[in-house]
Each structure stands twice: as structure tokens, then as C-alpha cells.
T-cell receptor, first 110, second 115 residues
């Protein structure tokens, strides 16, 4: 039973445009949500997080939106750059344990 | 500063042999995690340490898997009598663990191949 789902295994976006990565979860008890980026042969790198008391968090080109009623979060990257090409994982959790989605491979085309 | 360090980076072993994977977390991080990523899959939680104790071992797939942490620092994940389905990238992460939402900082993983 997948508690965190990323239904799009891949996404291609033109350089300079917006990338939108989506994530759905089933457990309403999750309090914290994180996004990670992963390059091949490297560990995941933390990008941005949001707590359940907020609906938006922004850091530079990255914005995460949380819709608790829909149990849905999304990561927006604006403008997208070729260096953003990677696999993106969302993760949801409570005080210590995070459940990860299966990832979305983003390709930013120059 | 130094990040999370894992060794070896790659390990090829024969089915039935035991393997040990090592993780050196970020200094001062009290929380330590092991995850694994099988081909085409997401990150699967294995075990969580707070200090030297493991309050959550719920993700360990079988009793062939064990982990320990000593001195509140280095952790070792041991897989006994390895099977082909154990082939995966094993990722270690650490965090300050002082409050909910603390991001996990991952190492580059150990790629385990069981032949």
C-alpha cells in the first residue's frame, strides 16, 4: 500500500518554462513534506520542505504548494534550467520517519 | 563540512555470503536512517536510530538484516546469507532529529549486487 505516490514517472520541460511535479499521499497524519533531487550515482539532496500548517513555501526558483484537503502537494520550478534535470522525490512524515514516493524524472530541454 | 559518508560505494558479493555496509553520519546528528532503493523503485525505509537505540526497525525485510550504531555515530548494516533480491542501493541519512521536519541528509549510497 503506497502511502506516497508520484504518478508521473517522467516529465519533459523546455528551458525557461515552469516545471510542476506532483505528489499525492493517503495518510492525513503526515505533518511534514519534503522534496529531494537526485542525480545518478549520488544520494538525494534536500530541496525544500513544508509543514502541514502552511500551504506554500518558497525558496528561490522552488515553490512547494500543499493542499491538505486533497492530500496533494506540488513542486514548482521557475524558470527551469538544464541543471535541474534529475529525479525528484517527495517525502511525507511525522516527527522522524519519512515515506518516499517513487520519483519523477525531470528533463529540462535546452 | 563533511557530509554523510558511506562505504564501500560498490559491493559485489556471491549469493549466501554476508556483507557489512558502513555509514558515517554528519557530526552531531543524533538521528540516523537506512533506506534502500531497488531498481525502478522509490526509497524504502529500513531502520531509524536515535542515538544508539533503534526505536523503529519496522522496515527491515527479514531477520537476515540487522543494524547497529555505536557511540552515537557510525552505523553498520549487516545482511547475512545475501539473496539476489537484496541487490539495491543502500542509502544512509542523518538529521539533527531535534524537531519534526528536520531534513534528512543522505550519503551517496552503497550499490550492492548479489550474483
Amino acid at each position: 500500500d503506497q502511502q506516497v505516490k508520484q504518478n508521473s514517472p517522467s516529465l519533459s520541460v523546455q528551458e525557461g518554462r515552469i516545471s510542476i511535479l506532483n505528489c499525492d499521499y493517503t495518510n492525513s497524519m503526515f505533518d511534514y513534506f519534503l522534496w529531494y533531487k537526485k542525480y545518478p550515482a549520488e544520494g538525494p539532496t534536500f530541496l525544500i520542505s513544508i509543514s502541514s500548517i502552511k500551504d506554500k513555501n518558497e525558496d528561490g526558483r522552488f515553490t512547494v504548494f500543499l493542499n491538505k484537503s486533497a492530500k496533494h502537494l506540488s513542486l514548482h520550478i521557475v524558470p527551469s534550467q538544464p541543471g535541474d534535470s534529475a529525479v525528484y522525490f517527495c517525502a511525507a512524515g511525522g516527527t522522524y520517519k519519512y515515506i518516499f514516493g517513487t520519483g519523477t524524472r525531470l528533463k529540462v530541454l535546452a | 563540512g563533511a557530509g554523510v559518508s558511506q562505504s564501500p560505494s560498490n559491493k559485489v558479493t556471491e549469493k549466501g555470503k554476508d556483507v557489512e555496509l558502513r555509514c558515517d553520519p554528519i557530526s552531531g546528528h543524533t538521528a540516523l536512517y537506512w533506506y534502500r532503493q531497488s531498481l525502478g523503485q522509490g526509497l524504502e525505509f529500513l531502520i531509524y536510530f536515535q542515538g544508539n537505540s533503534a526505536p523503529d526497525k519496522s522496515g527491515l525485510p527479514s531477520d537476515r538484516f540487522s543494524a547497529e550504531r555505536t557511540g552515537g555515530s557510525v552505523s553498520t548494516l549487516t545482511i547475512q546469507r545475501t539473496q539476489q533480491e537484496d541487490s539495491a542501493v543502500y542509502l544512509c541519512a542523518s538529521s539533527t532529529g531535534t524537531f519534526g521536519g528536520s531534513p534528512l541528509h543522505f550519503g551517496n549510497g552503497t550499490r550492492l549486487t548479489v550474483t
